[in-house]
């Protein structure tokens, strides 16, 4: 068993969200993507499995957007699309969990909408 494993080593902090990991490459790394499976737990729009998502950068790779943990979000293929063809936006809120802004014709107000896999509600930064 041993001889197999890797050991990634995620340090979270104490609300147990993982801390910046990241470097400036357009992928994220095999350990970006392990401490985005463990505070998204999947998709973070319909919470598919974490094996049929991909790393979403929040502020797009081509608009400058880094390769870390605080711009980066797990989605499947259906809600990546959604996210980047159909109006849905994501910020990263105070407590580092990505929230959702579905599109005018859904909500006109465009509320944010918690991740699936959710640790804490609050978006302001009494949460943090």
């Known amino acids: 068993l041993s001889c197999d494993t890797t050991i990634t080593k995620i340090i979270l902090n ?3 969200v993982p801390l910046d990991v990241g470097r400036q490459e357009r992928l994220f790394t095999p350990g970006q993507r392990k401490a985005l499976l463990v505070r998204d737990r999947g998709c973070i729009k319909c919470g ?3 094996g049929r998502c991909q790393g979403h950068h929040v502020h797009h790779w081509a608009d400058g957007g ?3 943990l ?3 979000c797990l989605l499947c293929t259906s809600c990546h699309d959604d996210v980047h ?3 849905w936006d994501i910020i990263i ?3 580092r969990h990505p929230w ?3 599109p005018a014709s859904i909500d006109p107000q465009r509320r944010p909408v918690p991740s699936y896999h959710r640790r804490t509600m609050r978006l302001d930064d009494t949460a943090a």
Do not use: E, K, M, V
């Open 14 to 16: 104490t609300d147990g």
């Open 48 to 50: 598919a499995h974490a």
């Open 66 to 68: 880094p390769t870390d």
């Open 70 to 72: 605080d711009n980066g």
């Open 85 to 87: 063809h159909h109006g």
């Open 93 to 95: 809120g105070f407590d």
């Open 100 to 102: 959702l802004i579905p």
